[in-house]
C-alpha cells in the first residue's frame, strides 16, 4: 500500500534495518506517498548512539513534506545533582584524575609506571607465571596477525538500495583499559594489547587499577604489569574506572589521546566509554 502511513519504532540504537528501508521507499518507489515516522532512541543520551541522524543522514535522503525525524534527548543523564563542571575531568585535566584516584581508589603513587618500575614490580613472579602469560600472548598475537592479514575492504548490495561491507580504519593511538578490582583480569591485558599491536597500532597505552594486597594498595598487580609488558604497551598508568577512561580518551599523562578504547569494566567505565562514544 503505496500511501500507508508507517511507524517505527526503534528500541536502543539498532535502527540501520529502519534506515535502510526508509531509504529504499524514498529513492527506490517513486510513487511513494504514504508518511513515515521513526522514533528511536534510549533512557537517556548515554545509550543514543546515532546523534546524527535527525540532523544529517535522513536529511539528505528524504523529503521533509511526508517524513519527519523527531530527537528528543535531555541535554544530559537524568542525574538528580547538577554536574560540577568545575571538577570534571576534561576541564581540570590531571589534577582532577589525581584527585579520583585518591578519592575512589585510594592511590596516591605516581600514575606513569616506568619500564624500570615495571621490572622491579615483576622481578619475583615465578617462572612459570612468566611463561604461561608469555605462551597466552604469543596464542593472541599469533591470531591477530593471521586475522589482520585475512581481513580486506570490501562492499556488496545486498538488497537494492542496501549497501552492507567492511571497511578497515587505522588508528595511532589505542587506550586500553584492564580492570583489576577484586581479581587480576590477565587476559584482558593481552587480549587487548597485543591485538591492538598486531593490528600495527604505533602507540598503545594501557591503564589498569591499583591491586589492593592485606588491605593496601601496591599498584597494579604484578601479572598484569608482566602481561602489558610482554603485550607491548608503550605507556602503562595506575588509573581504575572512569578516571582511567578519561586519561586514556584525552591524553593525559601520555600526550597521546587515544583514537580508540577498548577494554571491559563496571557500570561505570561502561557509561564513560558510552560517553565518549557520542
Same mark, same amino acid.
Given at each position: 500500500e503505496k500511501d500507508a502511513d508507517l511507524i517505527l519504532i526503534g528500541s536502543g540504537?539498532?535502527?540501520?534495518?529502519?534506515?535502510?528501508?526508509?531509504?529504499?521507499?524514498?529513492?527506490?518507489v517513486p510513487d511513494w506517498k504514504g508518511r513515515v515516522l521513526l522514533f528511536h532512541g534510549a533512557k537517556s543520551g548515554l545509550e543514543l548512539l546515532y546523534m546524527n541522524d535527525a540532523k544529517d543522514d535522513f536529511a539528505q535522503y528524504y523529503d521533509r513534506e511526508t517524513f519527519e525525524a523527531f530527537k528528543a534527548?535531555?541535554?544530559?543523564?537524568?542525574?538528580?545533582d547538577p554536574i560540577a563542571w568545575d571538577l570534571a575531568i576534561e576541564a581540570r585535566g590531571e589534577a582532577a584524575v589525581r584527585e579520583y584516584a585518591q578519592k575512589l581508589d585510594r592511590w596516591t603513587g605516581e600514575i606513569v609506571v616506568t619500564p624500570a618500575e615495571v621490572e622491579r614490580r615483576t622481578a619475583a613472579l615465578p617462572a612459570s607465571?612468566? %611463561?604461561? =602469560?608469555?605462551f597466552a600472548t604469543a596464542q593472541v598475537r599469533g591470531f591477530a596477525l593471521a586475522q589482520r592479514e585475512s581481513m580486506h575492504?570490501?562492499? %556488496?548490495? =545486498?538488497?537494492p538500495g542496501l549497501i552492507a561491507g567492511q571497511r578497515l580504519i587505522p588508528v595511532n593511538v589505542a587506550g586500553c583499559y584492564i580492570p583489576a578490582g577484586r581479581y587480576a583480569h590477565i587476559a584482558s591485558a593481552y587480549m587487548a594489547i597485543a591485538t591492538a599491536k598486531a593490528a600495527g597500532v604505533p602507540t598503545v597505552v594501557a591503564a589498569s587499577t591499583p591491586f589492593r594486597v592485606d588491605g593496601k594498595d601496591t599498584g597494579i598487580h604484578p601479572q598484569i604489569l608482566y602481561a602489558m609488558k610482554v603485550s607491548g604497551a608503550d605507556v602503562i598508568l595506575t588509573l581504575g574506572g572512569v578516571q582511567a577512561i578519561a586519561s586514556l580518551a584525552f591524553g593525559l599523562f601520555s600526550g597521546k589521546p587515544a583514537d580508540i578504547v577498548v577494554g571491559p569494566g563496571n557500570k561505570f567505565a561502561a557509561a564513560a566509554q558510552r560517553m565518549l562514544f557520542g
Open positions: 540504537t539498532g535502527i540501520a534495518p529502519f534506515r535502510a528501508l526508509v531509504k529504499h521507499l524514498y529513492r527506490d534527548l535531555s541535554p544530559r543523564p537524568s542525574w538528580a607465571v612468566k %611463561r604461561d =602469560i608469555e575492504e570490501f562492499s %556488496r548490495e =545486498i538488497h
